[in-house]
T-cell receptor, first 113, second 113 residues
Framework: EAGVTQSPTHLIKTRGQQATLRCSPISGHTSVYWYQQALGLGLQFLLW???????NRGNFPPRFSGRQFPNYSSELNVNALELEDSALYLC????????????FGSGTRLTVV | GESVGLHLPTLSVQEGDNSIINCAYSNSASDYFIWYKQESGKGPQFIIDIRSNMDKRQGQRVTVLLNKTVKHLSLQIAATQPGDSAVYFCAENIGNSGYALNFGKGTSLLVTP
């Protein structure tokens, strides 16, 4: 079975631009979670989507947004990029049965210059 | 501030020795904790979890201990192997957010031959 796939693997943007990151969950998983992992830090919860709806978000400004499509794939959009947005963005999907069914992708490395 | 933190940023052990990685949390209402392993270039991988109604749980070569009195948990790895070299994170369920997690900053485990 294919795991959680994220694209692109690397993305370089200029300050002020917009970035779009994509995530395809494991087949059958309806929930998608986004995390930001800045260098040397732990993962910070960004957004949770389930059944096409945003269910909760972490302590991030509104320029971090996203959506979930009918096939449960998801996009994370970051507007008005700042240098501090440079990080590894990880997506996880869940089958709702607990952490053993909670699987992370390998992430998108976003660099803002 | 961060509610989940790790005591040591790095840990070096010899192959075959046992490893102990510690984690403190500050939210006494936290009821679910998970340990993750993250290898370079990959997303976090589930190791073991524990609920607050337990104080110990064992897996294959790993044991998690939870001390709710002092809000501390630890991950013990028996007979540490070179393949165990990675960054280890403890995480707690955020609550009201499905399986969204609050992660600590991580401990880097280096296994030397």
């Amino acid at each position: 079975e294919a795991g959680v796939t994220q694209s692109p693997t690397h993305l370089i943007k200029t300050r002020g631009q917009q970035a779009t990151l994509r995530c395809s969950p494991i087949s059958g998983h309806t929930s998608v979670y986004w995390y930001q992992q800045a260098l040397g830090l732990g993962l910070q919860f960004l957004l949770w989507y389930d059944e096409g709806e945003e269910r909760n978000r972490g302590n991030f400004p509104p320029r971090f947004s996203g959506r979930q499509f009918p096939n449960y794939s998801s996009e994370l959009n970051v507007n008005a990029l700042e240098l501090e947005d440079s990080a590894l963005y990880l997506c996880a999907s869940s089958d709702g049965r607990g952490s053993e069914g909670y699987t992370f992708g390998s992430g998108t490395r976003l660099t803002v210059v | 501030g961060e509610s989940v933190g790790l005591h040591l940023p790095t840990l070096s052990v010899q192959e075959g020795d046992n490893s102990i990685i510690n984690c403190a949390y500050s939210n006494s209402a936290s009821d679910y904790f998970i340990w993750y392993k993250q290898e370079s270039g990959k997303g976090p991988q589930f190791i073991i979890d524990i609920r607050s109604n337990m104080d110990k749980r064992q897996g294959q070569r790993v044991t998690v201990l939870l001390n709710k009195t002092v809000k501390h948990l630890s991950l013990q790895i028996a007979a540490t192997q070179p393949g165990d070299s990675a960054v280890y994170f403890c995480a707690e369920n955020i609550g009201n957010s499905g399986y969204a997690l609050n992660f600590g900053k991580g401990t880097s485990l280096l296994v030397t031959p």
